[in-house]
């Protein structure tokens, strides 16, 4: 219940709502929660009606009501940031900002990760399946492929844009390098290192194709060192 423009009463233990704003005169002043069941905003609420009289004071209890519903969460993620990051401190940052340094940035920033790469194996920079695989990465995939690329090659959505740490490590893939056919085969990702062992591919449609193919189809890391892993290590797929 809120009294005064004060939310009581455990209000906050439930997520954000839908605001229902009911018409002048017919309803009461209450408003709907998470799990759709109305509260009172002020006692016997069910019975006030809204008029246009008291829509101000009503306006304002609602607001108070859902600037306030989530404060149990706030408060326990407060609780959890607080021996990392003191408190007094957040407020330095926009909910943006604070979300990307918590959270990563949504979608994949291709030139940091082509920063934060390291080539093994005898791979190089300049071999020509390389550049076709960054050419894929920039220009044919879109924000979702990039996260699901991500999730395909290190277990998770979003990147920190840290300086340190994260280094992305691309190797041969030996068996596609040794068969004469590379197109046939598919990347391997290894997710707890974050590498790649990509198939020095032909051309960039088949690069895209080959890719597109993996990050759609193989986007949990359960298979991990088991038979299933292994049978996947000698896929192959053939040529569309």
């Known amino acids: 219940i809120a009294e005064g423009g004060e939310?009581?009463?455990?209000?906050?233990?439930?997520?954000?709502?839908?605001?229902?704003?009911p018409p002048a005169g017919e309803a009461g002043q209450t408003a709907e929660r998470s799990k759709k069941a109305l509260l009172e905003l002020c006692p016997l609420g069910k019975e006030r009606k809204v008029t246009?009289?008291?829509?101000?004071?009503?306006?304002h209890l609602v607001e108070?009501?859902?600037?306030?519903?989530?404060?149990?969460?706030?408060?326990?993620m407060k609780r959890g940031m607080a021996p990392l990051v003191p408190t007094r401190l957040l407020p330095m940052?926009?909910?943006?900002?604070?979300?990307?340094l918590v959270c990563g940035v949504a979608d994949v920033d291709v030139e940091f990760l082509h920063s934060r790469t390291k080539y093994v194996g005898g791979v190089k920079m300049t071999d020509s399946h390389i550049k076709f695989f960054w050419e894929v990465l920039v220009n044919d995939f879109t924000p979702e492929d990039r996260t699901q690329f991500l999730r395909f090659v290190w277990g998770r959505e979003r990147m920190s844009t840290a300086e340190e740490g994260n280094?992305?490590?691309?190797?041969?893939?030996?068996?596609?390098?040794?068969?004469?056919?590379?197109?046939k085969w598919l990347p391997v990702a290894h997710t707890c290192f974050f590498s790649l062992d990509l198939p020095p591919y032909?051309?960039?449609?088949?690069?895209?194709?080959?890719?597109?193919?993996?990050?759609?189809?193989?986007?949990?890391?359960?298979?991990?060192?088991?038979?299933?892993?292994?049978?996947n290590m000698n896929m192959s797929l053939a040529l569309s």
């Open 93 to 100: 940052f926009t909910w943006q900002e604070l979300e990307n």
């Open 7 to 21: 939310v009581a009463g455990g209000a906050s233990e439930n997520a954000v709502a839908e605001l229902s704003t």
């Open 167 to 183: 280094t992305f490590i691309i190797g041969p893939h030996l068996r596609a390098r040794d068969s004469g056919d590379p197109d």
């Open 52 to 59: 246009f009289q008291n829509a101000l004071e009503f306006a």
């Open 202 to 231: 032909t051309s960039r449609d088949v690069m895209k194709e080959r890719l597109q193919f993996a990050i759609t189809n193989c986007s949990v890391i359960d298979g991990d060192q088991t038979a299933e892993s292994a049978s």
């Open 64 to 76: 108070s009501f859902r600037l306030n519903e989530c404060n149990a969460q706030i408060d326990a």
